[in-house]
């Protein structure tokens, strides 16, 4: 059962516009939300993560917006630059529990 | 900050011989570690959970006894693929538990670059 769902498998977008990423999430208990970033042979690195009191956290180009409704997260990133071309995996917890991730989403930002 | 060190990052073995991978918390203590190992074009897979001081937490289908898990200390936990096997082969991964009284960031997870086994 796939907890956290990611179900754009890649996105290409032009530099400068707008990426937006999306994940959907079925355990209405996640209660803290998490978005990595990976390259190739690396570990991920944290981006930006938000609360489930909250419905949007912004940390410069990056903002993740919340709609625990919808169970639905999603990342933007603007304005996209072509080094943000990685993978990009959103993840799900409650607290003290393990990550739950999604899939991961390619992005390729063309210049 | 929350700076996370493996070692190795590459690894080339023998069927049969074990590898020892280090993970280290460079600049906060982790109480909690995670090692996930992932395939080619697939998502991490959560291997085990690692406590400090205690026994680690393996996830459903992982062999406690072919990862063996040591947490030793708050900055550093090792896996070690015990009779390696040309099927373990992959990228192994670790992380550790933010530090406390970031804003909650004690719940975000902080990665190692990983380590690249190869089993011949």
């Known amino acids: 059962d796939q907890q956290v769902k990611q179900n754009s498998p890649s996105l290409s977008v032009q530099e400068g516009r707008i990426s937006i990423l999306n994940c959907d999430y079925t355990?209405?208990?996640?209660?803290?939300f998490l978005w990595y970033k990976k390259y190739p042979a690396e570990g991920p690195t944290f981006l930006i993560s938000?609360?489930?009191?909250?419905d949007k956290n912004e940390d410069g180009r990056f903002t993740v917006f919340l709609n625990k409704s919808a169970k639905h997260l999603s990342l933007h990133i603007v304005p996209s630059q072509p080094g943000d071309s990685a993978v990009y995996f959103c993840?799900?917890?409650?607290?003290?529990?393990?990550?739950?991730f999604g899939a991961g989403t390619i992005l390729r930002v063309k210049s | 900050g929350a700076v996370v060190s493996q070692h190795p990052s590459r690894v080339i073995c023998k069927s049969g011989t074990s590898v020892k991978i280090e993970c280290r918390s460079l600049?906060?203590?982790?109480?909690?570690m995670f090692w996930y190992r992932q395939f080619p074009k697939q998502s991490l897979m959560l291997m085990a959970t690692?406590?400090?001081?205690?026994?680690?937490?393996?996830e459903q289908g992982v062999e406690k006894d072919k990862f063996l898990i040591n947490h030793a200390s708050l900055t550093l936990s090792t896996l070690t693929v015990t009779s390696a096997h040309p099927e373990d082969s992959s990228f192994y991964i670790c992380?550790?538990?933010?530090?406390?009284?970031?804003?909650?960031?004690?719940?975000?997870?902080?990665f190692g670059p990983g380590t690249r086994l190869l089993v011949l």
């Open positions: 355990n209405s208990m996640f209660d803290y």
């Open positions: 992380s550790a538990r933010g530090p406390l009284g970031r804003g909650g960031l004690q719940e975000t997870q902080y």
């Open positions: 690692s406590n400090e001081g205690s026994k680690a937490t393996y």
């Open positions: 993840a799900a917890t409650r607290y003290g529990n393990k990550l739950v």
């Open positions: 600049d906060f203590q982790a109480t909690t």
């Open positions: 938000i609360s489930s009191i909250k």
